[in-house]
C-alpha cells in the first residue's frame, strides 16, 4: 500500500482481557518494528522483523507480549491478560532494509485498558 | 549508549515567525538522522532524512542541518503558521534497528 496502515486506531478493553493489534507495511518494506509511546514518553523499541529472519523480541516487556508476522507482510501484536500499565500509543514503522533508510510510521493504535 | 535531547521541551511562537528546533547526541558515529512531526492522537510523519554525509536536506519551508562532530541536528521552520503545531522528533540511527535512538520531542504552538 501507499503508507503504513494499522487498526484498530483506538481500542478500549478491559483490564485482564487479550487484545490484537495489526499492521500493514508498505509493499516492498523488508523491515517491520514495533514502538510503544507512553504517555509524555519517547518511543519505547518492542520488536523488530527482517525479512524471514527470526525476530528480534528483545525490547518486548512480558511474556504477555508476542508478534508475529506472515508471509513478511502483515504484523499482529497480541497483548495478553492486558494491565493498566499496558495502555499506551503503539506505533508500527517499515523501511526498505535494515540499514541507512528511513523509518514510515503508521497512525497508531491508541489503547486504552480500563 | 546514545542519548538523544531535544531542548526546549516546549515552544510557542506568533505566527509568522522563523524558528529553530534543537536536536543533540552524544555519540558522533551515525547512519542518519531523520525529523518527524507527530500531531496528537497520531503517528509520525517523516520530514527530512538526514545521512551521515550529507550537512543539510530542505523541504518547503524546513531546512534541516546536521553537524556530526558537535552532535547537533536544527530544524529550522520558515515563516511559521498554526499548522506547524505538533510535536516534533528526531530519530538517531547509530547502526540499525535497534540503534535508533529518539528524543522526547518539542512541542511546537504557532499562535495565530
Known amino acids: 500500500g501507499a503508507g503504513v496502515s494499522q487498526s484498530p486506531s483506538n481500542k478500549v478493553t478491559e483490564k485482564g482481557k487479550d487484545v490484537e493489534l495489526r499492521c500493514d507495511p508498505i509493499?516492498?518494506?523488508?523491515?517491520l518494528y514495533w514502538y510503544r509511546q507512553s504517555l509524555g514518553q519517547g518511543l519505547e523499541f518492542l520488536i523488530y522483523?527482517?525479512?524471514?529472519?527470526?525476530?528480534?523480541k528483545s525490547g518486548l516487556p512480558s511474556d504477555r507480549f508476542s508478534a508475529e508476522r506472515t508471509g513478511g507482510s502483515v504484523s499482529t501484536l497480541t497483548i495478553q491478560r492486558t494491565q493498566q500499565e499496558d495502555s499506551a500509543v503503539y506505533l508500527c514503522?517499515?523501511?526498505?532494509?535494515?540499514?541507512?533508510?528511513?523509518?514510515?510510521f503508521g497512525s497508531g493504535t491508541r489503547l486504552t485498558v480500563v | 549508549k546514545q542519548e538523544v535531547t531535544q531542548i526546549p521541551a516546549a515552544l510557542s511562537v506568533p505566527e509568522g515567525e522563523n524558528l529553530v528546533l534543537n536536536c543533540s547526541f552524544t555519540?558522533?558515529?551515525?547512519?542518519?538522522l531523520q525529523w518527524f512531526r507527530q500531531d496528537p492522537g497520531k503517528g509520525l510523519t517523516s520530514l527530512l532524512l538526514?545521512?551521515?554525509?550529507?550537512r543539510e536536506q530542505t523541504s518547503g519551508r524546513l531546512n534541516a542541518s546536521l553537524d556530526k562532530s558537535s552532535g547537533r541536528s536544527t530544524l529550522y521552520i520558515a515563516a511559521s503558521q498554526p499548522g506547524d503545531s505538533a510535536t516534533y522528533l528526531c530519530?538517531?540511527?547509530?547502526?540499525?534497528?535497534?540503534?535508533?535512538?529518539f528524543g522526547t520531542g518539542t512541542k511546537l504552538q504557532v499562535i495565530p
Open positions: 509493499s516492498g518494506h523488508t523491515a
Open positions: 538526514i545521512q551521515s554525509s550529507q
Open positions: 522483523f527482517q525479512g524471514n529472519s527470526a525476530p528480534d
Open positions: 514503522a517499515s523501511s526498505r532494509d535494515r540499514g541507512p533508510y528511513g523509518y514510515t
Open positions: 555519540d558522533s558515529a551515525i547512519y542518519n
Open positions: 530519530a538517531v540511527n547509530s547502526g540499525g534497528y535497534q540503534k535508533v535512538t
